[in-house]
């Protein structure tokens, strides 16, 4: 405890003399906008595939991508600009009761981050458990709409109806030029609990009752918010006053610790070379403030006997997040006494492709899992 303790003061430090305290831009109202939902999907295709940084998408920047949406281009000219963009579809949970989405939740200087709300078709009785969706795509990539595709889409549609209601939340994603980090991505992710918190009445959800669940960057940030405690890594002021609580956690193919680079050498190189730490650090770190702030985003320095239960997922093939990162959680939880248990999937790379025999528990088994391990902490 005595540790934690230590961390937690270099961490402050470490914020504090970065400048990476929050803004207060007051409580956002609780309502759905048409303002921000296209804009946030054409604004994250374009970080991810505009290249060149020319604010438009040529098929020259990703053959594959331009196959699947170069039909938008309406004018011909080979390039797709935010007009044509506009025709980016949107996915969204196959959910049997109400929705609420494009919730914007927090302004930032850089951009404004949403929420989308769906509900399981019961009562509209207030104090229903959520589950809190961070999605993927190295906290560079993604969006919420990730909730709606695929396994996330099964997943989210078990829970909605054991009667947990779903919220799959928006993050600023990392900058290349390093104005936004991985902290902030956590700092969002936290910052909506908050907001949660503040209209739940309203939402008719217990702040006091939230699961987490995410893959690979998301599975990290699943971890963050839910063994973090609330009073830390505060974002908005506005939103920090309003307490929330988690209770069990589900990690997909996450990481849980950046300061051992050697958990993400699958192959043990030596020639290994760090790949996230230029998404935890900005340009401006001072080499002083570098240990402190790795040991901020690993999810294993929050570990303790009073921690919340987290199930981690872990495919044996995966090269992006090996399986490593679920045997060194283990291993630390069960030297502080938390409540962690790791599934090891054979076969499985990252997204549990298949790597020379089928992946072994299936995909519906692994689904099976993840709704189970939660719903048994109701």
Avoid at 282 to 293: F, G, H
Wanted: glycine share 10%; aromatic share 8%; proline share 5%.
């Amino acid at each position: 405890m005595r540790d934690m303790k230590k961390l937690n003061l270099i961490l402050l430090v470490a914020a504090a003399s970065l400048g990476w305290c929050g803004r207060a831009h007051g409580l956002e109202p609780l309502k759905e906008s048409n303002e921000g939902n296209q804009k946030d999907a054409i604004n994250r295709f374009l970080s991810r595939y505009d290249k060149d940084g020319n604010g438009t998408f040529e098929k020259a920047e990703d053959g594959k991508t331009w196959s699947r949406n170069g039909k938008l281009d309406k004018n011909k000219d080979g390039k797709l600009d935010r007009e044509e963009l506009a025709g980016l579809g949107l996915t969204y949970v196959d959910s049997p009761g109400k929705q609420l989405r494009n919730v914007r939740f927090k302004r930032t200087e850089t951009e404004d981050v949403y929420l989308d709300f769906y509900y399981p078709d019961v009562d509209e009785s207030n104090g229903k458990p959520v589950v809190i969706y961070t999605h993927g795509g190295g906290w560079a990539a993604g969006s919420r709409h990730g909730a709606g595709n695929a396994s996330f889409n099964v997943v989210h549609g078990a829970l909605l109806k054991k009667g947990f209601c779903v919220v799959s939340v928006g993050y600023r994603l990392v900058k290349k030029d390093g104005e936004t980090a991985m902290r902030d991505c956590v700092i969002d992710a936290k910052d909506a609990l908050c907001f949660i918190s503040a209209y739940r009445k309203e939402l008719g959800i217990d702040p006091m009752r939230i699961y987490t669940f995410g893959d690979s960057a998301g599975g990290h940030l699943s971890q963050m918010v839910l063994l973090s405690p609330p009073d830390s890594l505060k974002g908005d002021p506005e939103l920090a006053k309003y307490p929330y609580k988690t209770v069990a956690g589900v990690s997909w193919y996450g990481p849980c610790d950046f300061e051992k680079t050697d958990l993400f050498n699958h192959d043990d190189r030596e020639n290994f070379r760090d790949r996230f730490g230029p998404r935890i650090l900005k340009p401006d770190t001072k080499p002083e403030d570098k240990l402190a702030l790795y040991r901020e985003m690993g999810p294993v320095n929050y570990l303790t006997k009073e921690s919340p239960p987290l199930l981690m997922i872990q495919g044996d093939k995966d090269t992006t997040i090996p399986v490593k990162h679920a045997y060194h959680m283990q291993e630390k939880a069960k030297a502080v006494g938390a409540p962690v248990e790791i599934l090891i999937v054979k076969n499985a790379g990252h997204n549990w492709r298949m790597v020379d025999a089928e992946i072994d528990p299936s995909r519906n088994q692994i689904i099976d899992r993840t709704v189970r391990f939660l719903v048994d902490h109701l």
